[in-house]
């Protein structure tokens, strides 16, 4: 399979994924999938899609929550 926005070949790989919201990041470990060699690019499975956006989902609630508290 090649990248979808530069033609590189994907490697199959397990990362830590780097997630920025509001300007706070976070990082979401162990994401299995399909990672481009030359950008940023990468395709998930389904069951690796749902634990990416469940966790991205509970870290903006998290960043929501702090700034909600940091006002006067
Ligand atoms: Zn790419």
Redesign the pocket.
């Known amino acids: 399979m090649r ?1 979808v ?2 033609s ?1 070949p994907l490697v199959k790989d397990v990362r830590d994924i780097t997630y920025t919201y509001k300007g706070q990041s976070t990082m979401i470990p162990r994401i299995g999938g399909e990672y ?1 060699s ?2 940023d ?1 990468s395709i998930h499975d389904e069951d690796e899609a749902n634990t990416l956006s469940l966790a991205m989902l509970e870290f903006n609630k998290s960043v929501d929550n702090d700034l909600k508290q940091k006002e006067p």
């Open positions: 990248c926005s530069c590189s481009c030359n950008c690019e």
